[in-house]
């Protein structure tokens, strides 16, 4: 599985990101990384941005399994409850980006 993590905004505005094949990970981070994208039912969550509120983090994840490709854009307002976990493991791998 390879995993695209991107995330910008805030008052700073900095890009963080990483790119993860989980075939190079750790057997246990490969394992939970595969379970948090399963519980994050990231296919359910599509684009959902907020016209709303001001120096919001945008987050975009991409998962490629194979010919399957999901991908889900969401802010700190829209993200749903369930997907923080995963979020919380790509965070901690997350490094500063240049603009894309």
């Known amino acids: 599985m390879q995993v695209r ?6 008052i700073v505005g900095r890009s963080f990101g990483c790119d993860i094949d989980t075939e190079a990970l750790a057997k246990g ?3 939970s990384l ?3 994208v399963k519980a994050s039912k990231l296919h359910e969550v599509g684009t ?5 509120g001001r120096d919001l983090v945008n ?3 991409t998962i490629e399994e194979g010919r399957s ?13 369930h997907i923080e976990p995963l979020l919380d493991f790509l ?3 997350a490094r500063p980006m240049p603009l894309e």
């Open 91 to 93: 965070r901690a791998r």
């Open 59 to 61: 987050y975009e994840i």
């Open 5 to 10: 993590f991107r995330y910008s905004g805030g």
């Open 48 to 52: 959902r941005t907020s016209k709303q």
């Open 29 to 31: 981070d490969a394992r």
């Open 69 to 81: 490709k999901v991908s889900a854009v969401f802010d700190d307002m829209t993200a749903p409850q």
């Open 34 to 36: 595969l379970q948090l």
